[in-house]
């Protein structure tokens, strides 16, 4: 088992910055690919940006891309997911997640779930 708990959230403008954090403990936090999801109200949840177990290779969502960085310290059992240049359209719960697999952009694939966190962009 993997407990995933995540911090970081708020209520900011537009065009201010937050970064969140997911606390991972349980199963070794290195042997699992990282994933921020999001779900805004009526929305579906879409995917928002992944990192690698391994090589650290990431990926991120057409619509963050340029503004959102992803990470991870495996020493603290941390992944970050740092948010610039911040629109109304992110306003969202943003979750993390653990996957067995190196790495995907699909839900289904990611076996532990955090509870979220709200983040609020006014314009």
């Known amino acids: 088992q993997v407990q995933l708990v995540e911090s970081g959230g708020g209520l900011v403008q537009a065009g201010g910055s937050l970064r969140l954090s997911c606390a991972a403990s349980?199963?070794?936090?290195?042997?699992?690919?990282m994933g921020w999801f999001r779900q805004a109200p009526g929305k579906e949840r879409e995917f928002v940006a992944g990192?690698?177990?391994?090589?650290?290779?990431?990926y991120y969502a057409d619509s963050v891309k340029g503004r959102f960085t992803i990470s991870r310290d495996n020493a603290k059992n941390t992944v970050y997911l740092q948010m610039n240049s911040l629109k109304p359209e992110d306003t969202a719960v943003y979750c993390c997640?653990?996957?067995?697999?190196?790495?995907?952009?699909?839900?289904?694939?990611?076996?532990?779930w955090g509870q979220g966190t709200q983040v609020t962009v006014s314009s």
């Open positions: 990192i690698a177990w391994g090589v650290l290779r990431t």
């Open positions: 349980g199963r070794t936090f290195s042997n699992f690919g």
């Open positions: 997640a653990a996957t067995i697999a190196t790495i995907s952009v699909k839900a289904y694939e990611y076996d532990y």
